[in-house]
């Protein structure tokens, strides 16, 4: 089935960075987009961009480029998400998920599924 | 990018049916298919219930609808069971070639 494993919880100090993985299994890996979501604590959903597993292009959010690195390791089918100059406000669970794909087309679709389990990245001095 | 507009809170009984709205812009919501809805029980991952507003992932019960007008999408459920009580998120595609999600609303099954 398919699923995606990522990596466990992070505690860091302000202005330091993470990074966070997320292992595909059970699909082609270079067939679909990979999605990095957060959410605070007691918030939303918020989207931070994409990666192309097949090429490595990456599109972000405004709010997060020049601070946010999408990479990923075909021979792995792994995905990562760097987050640098970490703030307070960073503190969240960062999901890894799954685009969708119109089969038909093989057009890549603006929908998630599965996700990860999340990560819980904690910023605290 | 504004986060779409969605009810904090809604609540039904067993058996009813209730409607949550999710409210975009022409940018969004208002110009393309692609409003997807996710539903998020406590202390765990989102799973994707409606895709290109009316679509029903394989495993998704029947009683979940999805449906659009104008710079409005709305997700039903019909025939309301306690297992339904859940947060629930909408999200769109938008003209920046982004994803936008909702604030969320809060499903309570009395």
């Known amino acids: 089935q398919v699923q995606l494993v990522q990596s466990g919880a992070e505690v860091k100090k302000p202005g330091a960075s993470v990074k966070v993985s997320c292992k595909a299994s059970?699909?082609?890996?270079?067939?679909?987009?990979l999605h990095w979501v957060r959410q605070a604590p007691g918030q939303g959903l918020e989207w931070m961009g994409y990666i192309q597993p097949n090429s490595g292009g990456t599109n972000f959010a405004q709010k997060f480029q020049g601070r946010v690195t999408m990479t990923r390791d075909t021979s792995t089918s792994t995905v990562y998400m760097e987050l640098s100059r970490l703030r307070s406000d960073d503190t969240a669970v960062y999901y890894c998920?799954?685009?969708?794909?119109?089969?038909?087309?093989?057009?890549?679709?603006?929908?998630?599924?599965?996700w990860g389990q999340g990560a819980l990245v904690t910023v605290s001095s | 990018q504004s986060a779409l507009t969605q009810p904090p809170s809604v609540s039904g009984s067993p058996g009813q049916s209730v409607s949550i709205s999710c409210t975009g812009t022409?940018?969004?919501?208002?110009?393309?298919?692609?409003v997807s809805w996710y539903q998020q029980p406590p202390g765990t991952a989102p799973k994707l219930m409606i895709y290109d507003v009316t679509n029903r992932p394989s495993g998704v019960p029947i009683r979940f609808s999805g449906s659009k007008s104008g710079n409005t999408a709305s997700l039903t459920i019909s025939g309301l069971q306690a297992e339904d009580e859940a947060d629930y998120y909408c999200?769109?595609?938008?003209?920046?070639?982004?994803?936008?999600f909702g604030g969320g609303t809060s499903l309570t099954v009395l």
């Open positions: 998920a799954r685009g969708g794909l119109v089969v038909v087309t093989n057009i890549q679709a603006p929908w998630f599924d599965p």
């Open positions: 999200s769109s595609y938008t003209a920046s070639d982004t994803v936008v």
């Open positions: 022409s940018s969004d919501v208002g110009r393309y298919n692609r």
């Open positions: 059970g699909y082609t890996f270079t067939g679909h987009y």
